[in-house]
């Protein structure tokens, strides 16, 4: 049997997202983990593997999946993984609820935590029209998501007149899917930035970013400005939304609202973070960032094979025990 300690799915690598890969494979080198980097090129041998037990993984990243694709290749995999006692990052059974922005979105709301204004539109339920209580609250300026969407796709800024496309063209990104109507959140500046953020949550390590919600750039959030903007709110959401969907990592984004100063969640979870490095592309995650989460990641899996090893070690000891015992017994 081939055993390896780390592995990283992905359905293709390019100039951008070479670099995350390469850092993974960097932080495993350094501590003897032995690494595996799974496209699609190798998943039909792989999978045969674990089915006949010449493959075993100890822990799996995937940013490969498309959990409400039915009949996706990577998604098999993960659960063919997972039966197989892998530890996957993110468990497909958690991304299943977690990503519904429909469900979370509720979830955040019981937790006390401020979103836009919505109205969402059931799988299935054709455009209505609003009251004038909901025409108030969404504004003239409004956003159109699907709620299973991600990394932009389907969703809109519009006007309410506009509207009925724009649910059109959001339910094509997943046949039948629910859409929120939401307000759009104008941001307030901070010395002429929009107080506009992405965080990143890497098993419990909060790190965030200032995101321009125009020109989709990055810069690190510095710790003087966590103190001196009074940034702390936006941490503890990006907590309560990794407790209340128990995913792992993942990137969120948060918005202080002009209207009334407010923490906003906008973009409520993003597992399979977008990686590309600011060094290969204008819009890209600061480098030091993505390497950070990569050092983070393998630490992590890491300590869980150790752990893992020491249960085992521990599991065995004791069988091999009652194992005497009842022989004595005899």
Request: glycine share 6%; hydrophobic share 40%.
């Amino acid at each position: 049997m081939e055993i390896f300690d780390f592995g990283v799915g992905f359905p293709a690598i390019d100039k951008g997202n070479d670099f995350f890969i390469n850092c993974l494979r960097a932080e495993c080198d350094a501590r003897g983990m032995k690494f595996i980097f799974i496209d699609a090129t190798s998943l039909d041998s792989l999978t045969a593997g674990i089915k006949n037990g010449s493959f075993k993984l100890k822990f799996y990243l995937d940013m490969a999946s498309e959990t409400f694709v039915s009949g996706d290749p990577y998604l098999k995999f993960n659960y063919l993984l997972k039966d197989a006692g892998t530890r996957i990052v993110a468990d497909p059974d958690d991304v299943k609820t977690a990503a519904d922005k429909s469900i979370t979105h509720f979830d955040l709301m019981r937790a006390g935590i401020s979103v836009p204004f919505t109205v969402i539109i059931g799988s299935g339920e054709p455009p209505r029209e609003f009251t004038d209580e909901e025409k108030e609250k969404l504004g003239h300026l409004i956003v159109v998501k699907p709620a299973l969407g991600y990394g932009q796709r389907g969703v809109k800024i519009t006007t309410y007149e506009a509207m009925r496309e724009a649910i059109v063209e959001a339910r094509k990104v997943n046949m039948g899917d629910t859409v929120l109507v939401q307000e759009f959140i104008e941001p307030k500046e901070i010395e002429g930035h929009p107080a506009w953020f992405r965080l990143f949550n890497t098993f419990g390590e909060i790190t965030p970013c200032w995101w321009n919600n125009n020109t989709h750039t990055y810069r690190k959030v510095t710790l003087r400005e966590v103190y001196e903007h009074k940034l702390l709110p936006m941490i503890r959401i990006t907590t309560e939304i990794a407790r209340i969907t128990r995913i792992e990592w993942f990137s969120c984004e948060v918005a202080i609202n002009k209207k009334n100063n407010e923490f906003v969640a906008i973009d409520y979870m993003n597992d399979q973070c977008w990686v590309n490095p600011q060094s290969k592309s204008a819009d890209g995650i600061p480098d030091d960032v993505i390497a950070h989460i990569a050092k983070r990641i393998v630490e992590k899996a890491r300590d869980y094979i150790n752990r893992y090893s020491a249960t085992q070690q521990k599991v065995h000891f004791v069988a091999k025990n009652v194992k005497i015992f009842l022989a004595m017994d005899r």
